[in-house]
């Protein structure tokens, strides 16, 4: 397994943090996403102290569960919950906390971008004190449920001014207008890479592929991020119906054989 290369727990959405682990062990998967919904499930404590135990390295948590910007009353508890996961980060060594913003609900991007700004405010203090970096991710524009940034140039913009990272989903930027130069110019709020297929005439989401398996120029991509200079990791991350039918271990087997020679191919800084 090229060792630029994580495995996003989102890859595995319906097995439980002891199948994951189990599967990583057998496989020789050595970095990977850890999801914090998966956590709560197995036991927020005994969760931590069993990855812990596996020696597996965590690249990153993810899942951390949207603000739900348009209602203040809900920011405590969601806060709560990003602070529990940022103790985890720390006693991981992980990369990053991933997170999408939350709905916009009514309002508009900019008054949301206030709301996010103040309902992160305590958390990203803490985070800055620890040296760990929350990920803001962006999402396809059907998932206005879970986030109001829906491209990668709005993504960097809004990271500058909150002091996060980015998380860049590839499959949500492919086809954005002057994403090399975005990519360039961006390259310093870059936290994580997310990498997984699409195909041209889908009209649901998510409903991702292996790597190689779509449309996504993906390599060329890759190519633009490696040479604007990102050393950070290439987190594969698989949801959809395509995956669930061809099972967890194929797929998330072929896509670290796949993004694996494509780094190598590229001449990936190891």
């Not at 604007?228 to 669930?244: C, S």
């Amino acid at each position: 397994m090229h060792p630029r290369i994580s495995v996003s727990a989102i890859s595995s959405f319906q097995w439980s943090l002891t199948e994951d682990l189990g599967f990583y062990a057998e496989a020789g998967i050595g970095n990977v996403g850890v999801s914090v919904a998966k956590l709560e499930r197995f036991g927020w404590d005994e969760g931590v102290q069993r990855v812990l135990d596996s020696g597996i390295t965590v690249a990153n948590l993810i899942g951390l569960g949207p603000f739900h910007l348009a209602d203040p009353k809900q920011w405590d508890a969601q806060r709560a919950r990003l602070e529990r996961a940022l103790e985890a980060a720390g006693t991981f060594g992980a990369g990053c906390l991933v997170f999408t913003t939350g709905p916009a609900g009514a309002l508009t991007w900019e008054q949301a971008a206030d709301a996010l700004e103040r309902a992160m405010a305590p958390v990203l203090s803490e985070a800055h004190a620890r040296d760990i970096t929350f990920a803001i991710e962006h999402t396809n524009s059907l998932r206005v449920d879970v986030g109001f940034v829906h491209t990668l140039a709005d993504d960097v913009d809004l990271a500058r001014r909150l002091s996060t990272g980015v998380c860049m989903e590839i499959n949500a930027c492919w086809a954005e207008r002057h994403l090399r130069d975005t990519i360039r110019e961006g390259v310093g709020t870059v936290a994580l890479v997310q990498v997984s297929d699409y195909a041209i005439g889908t009209l649901s989401t998510p409903d991702r592929l292996v790597p190689g398996d779509g449309d996504i120029p993906i390599e060329r991509i890759l190519g633009d991020v490696l040479d604007a200079g990102y050393t950070g990791m290439f987190d594969i991350e698989l949801i959809g119906p395509r995956i669930e039918e061809e099972g967890y271990a194929s797929a998330i087997g072929r896509s670290v054989d796949w993004l694996g020679a494509a780094l190598t191919r590229l001449g990936a800084p190891q």
